[in-house]
Each structure stands twice: as C-alpha cells, then as structure tokens.
C-alpha cells in the first residue's frame, strides 16, 4: 500500500505513482492532491491513467482514507474505480 500526494518535494507524485507501478504491479496506490487541475494537466484522471487505484481530494476526513484503505487491501485483482 502507498499512499501518495501529487505535489511533493523532490520527486512529485505522479512520477511516484509511474515508478511504483512499474517496479511493483500489485501495489495498492492511493494518490491525494488538493488540487483537481494543475494549468491544463487533469491530476486525477492523470493519477489513474498512471496507476493510482484511488484519487482522493484533500481536504478529507481520516475515516475516509481508512476506509479506502481497507477496502483496496481486500481486494487481489485488478484496480477499484476511484
């Protein structure tokens, strides 16, 4: 499980979720961002094309993510829709 925002210092999210995915297929990525667009780049649509299992938008509630969580750590094949 990774849980991963789009914006961070150093290297940025959706370079994460690219590399996570490549190097471990079955990983279950969660992807974050407060922001839904950055200039013309869809971050969420462009968080899933990459991979990412689930998108969500901060700000949230804990019980949210957890919930998410735990749903994706059920789950053995293929990605849940975001």
Do not use: C, N, Y
């Not at 297929?25 to 299992?53: E, F, N, Q, R």
């Not at 969580?69 to 094949?77: I, S, Y």
């Amino acid at each position: 499980m990774a849980i991963v925002d789009i914006f961070m210092p150093g290297q940025g999210g959706l370079h994460t979720i690219d590399r996570l995915r490549r190097a471990w297929p079955a990983v279950k990525i969660v992807a974050i961002s407060g922001v839904p667009s950055a200039g013309s780049l869809d971050v969420k649509g462009h968080a899933v094309a990459l991979g990412a299992d689930h998108f969500i938008s901060k700000p949230f509630e804990a019980a949210v993510l957890v919930e998410i969580v735990a749903r994706l750590l059920k789950q053995t094949d293929g990605p849940s829709p975001p």
